[in-house]
Nanobody, 123 residues
Protein backbone atom coordinates (compact mmCIF):
# COMPACT_ATOMS: atom_id res chain seq x y z
CA UNK A 1 0.00 0.00 0.00
CA UNK A 2 1.47 3.30 -1.10
CA UNK A 3 -0.93 5.56 0.74
CA UNK A 4 0.10 6.54 4.28
CA UNK A 5 -2.34 5.65 7.03
CA UNK A 6 -2.99 8.03 9.92
CA UNK A 7 -4.36 7.31 13.37
CA UNK A 8 -4.71 9.02 16.73
CA UNK A 9 -7.04 11.90 16.09
CA UNK A 10 -9.90 12.76 18.38
CA UNK A 11 -11.48 15.41 20.54
CA UNK A 12 -9.75 17.20 23.37
CA UNK A 13 -10.22 20.31 25.45
CA UNK A 14 -8.03 23.35 25.03
CA UNK A 15 -4.69 22.88 26.71
CA UNK A 16 -4.77 19.14 26.18
CA UNK A 17 -2.56 16.86 24.12
CA UNK A 18 -2.92 14.37 21.31
CA UNK A 19 -0.49 12.13 19.50
CA UNK A 20 -0.93 11.34 15.82
CA UNK A 21 0.71 8.39 14.13
CA UNK A 22 1.31 7.57 10.49
CA UNK A 23 2.35 4.30 8.92
CA UNK A 24 3.92 4.47 5.47
CA UNK A 25 5.66 1.16 4.83
CA UNK A 26 5.98 1.83 1.10
CA UNK A 27 8.53 4.52 1.93
CA UNK A 28 10.74 2.49 4.22
CA UNK A 29 14.39 3.38 3.72
CA UNK A 30 13.61 5.89 0.99
CA UNK A 31 14.70 9.47 0.60
CA UNK A 32 11.16 10.75 0.75
CA UNK A 33 10.27 13.64 3.00
CA UNK A 34 7.47 12.89 5.45
CA UNK A 35 5.18 15.47 6.91
CA UNK A 36 1.99 16.50 8.62
CA UNK A 37 -0.43 18.93 7.08
CA UNK A 38 -3.84 20.16 8.14
CA UNK A 39 -6.92 21.67 6.63
CA UNK A 40 -9.67 23.41 8.54
CA UNK A 41 -13.14 23.90 7.04
CA UNK A 42 -13.15 26.72 4.53
CA UNK A 43 -9.37 27.08 4.63
CA UNK A 44 -6.52 25.92 2.47
CA UNK A 45 -4.32 23.02 3.44
CA UNK A 46 -1.26 24.15 5.38
CA UNK A 47 2.00 22.61 6.38
CA UNK A 48 2.36 21.71 10.05
CA UNK A 49 5.69 19.93 10.28
CA UNK A 50 8.02 17.96 8.03
CA UNK A 51 10.95 15.63 8.52
CA UNK A 52 13.32 15.09 5.65
CA UNK A 53 15.12 11.79 5.11
CA UNK A 54 18.23 13.21 6.81
CA UNK A 55 16.24 14.14 9.90
CA UNK A 56 15.92 17.85 9.17
CA UNK A 57 12.69 19.15 10.66
CA UNK A 58 10.60 22.21 9.90
CA UNK A 59 7.60 23.57 11.77
CA UNK A 60 4.93 26.10 11.05
CA UNK A 61 5.33 29.16 13.23
CA UNK A 62 1.93 28.57 14.77
CA UNK A 63 2.96 25.20 16.23
CA UNK A 64 6.59 25.79 17.19
CA UNK A 65 7.20 24.93 20.82
CA UNK A 66 3.95 22.97 21.07
CA UNK A 67 4.21 20.22 18.44
CA UNK A 68 7.01 17.73 17.95
CA UNK A 69 7.43 15.60 14.84
CA UNK A 70 9.50 12.44 14.75
CA UNK A 71 10.30 9.83 12.15
CA UNK A 72 11.43 6.24 12.32
CA UNK A 73 12.98 5.31 8.99
CA UNK A 74 13.28 1.63 9.86
CA UNK A 75 9.56 1.42 10.57
CA UNK A 76 8.57 4.03 8.01
CA UNK A 77 6.45 5.70 10.64
CA UNK A 78 5.84 9.30 11.57
CA UNK A 79 4.40 10.77 14.73
CA UNK A 80 3.19 14.19 15.76
CA UNK A 81 3.01 14.98 19.45
CA UNK A 82 0.69 17.92 19.95
CA UNK A 83 0.65 19.75 23.28
CA UNK A 84 -1.09 22.88 24.52
CA UNK A 85 -3.77 22.47 21.89
CA UNK A 86 -6.10 25.34 21.12
CA UNK A 87 -9.36 25.55 19.15
CA UNK A 88 -7.34 27.04 16.29
CA UNK A 89 -5.68 23.66 15.87
CA UNK A 90 -8.99 22.05 14.94
CA UNK A 91 -8.62 20.54 11.47
CA UNK A 92 -8.27 17.39 9.45
CA UNK A 93 -4.66 16.30 9.76
CA UNK A 94 -2.97 14.54 6.87
CA UNK A 95 0.22 12.54 6.71
CA UNK A 96 2.12 12.78 3.45
CA UNK A 97 5.16 11.35 1.76
CA UNK A 98 6.77 13.86 -0.56
CA UNK A 99 9.63 13.53 -2.99
CA UNK A 100 10.73 17.04 -1.96
CA UNK A 101 9.73 18.64 1.33
CA UNK A 102 8.83 22.03 -0.11
CA UNK A 103 7.03 20.74 -3.20
CA UNK A 104 3.68 19.66 -1.93
CA UNK A 105 0.05 19.82 -2.88
CA UNK A 106 -2.93 17.49 -2.98
CA UNK A 107 -2.61 16.99 -6.73
CA UNK A 108 1.13 17.10 -7.31
CA UNK A 109 2.88 14.01 -8.64
CA UNK A 110 5.15 12.09 -6.28
CA UNK A 111 3.06 13.28 -3.32
CA UNK A 112 1.28 10.54 -1.42
CA UNK A 113 -1.43 11.52 1.02
CA UNK A 114 -3.28 9.68 3.72
CA UNK A 115 -7.04 9.91 4.20
CA UNK A 116 -6.64 12.19 7.19
CA UNK A 117 -7.56 12.06 10.85
CA UNK A 118 -9.78 14.63 12.53
CA UNK A 119 -8.55 16.69 15.47
CA UNK A 120 -11.13 18.76 17.33
CA UNK A 121 -10.18 21.08 20.18
CA UNK A 122 -12.95 22.61 22.26
CA UNK A 123 -12.63 25.73 24.37
Amino acid sequence: QVQPVESGGGSVQAGGSLRLSCEASAFKHTAYCMGWFRQAPGKEREEVATVDFDGTTTYAESVKGRFTVSRDNAKASLTLQMNSLSPEDTAMYYCAALRVCKEWGPDLPYNYWGQGTQVTVSS
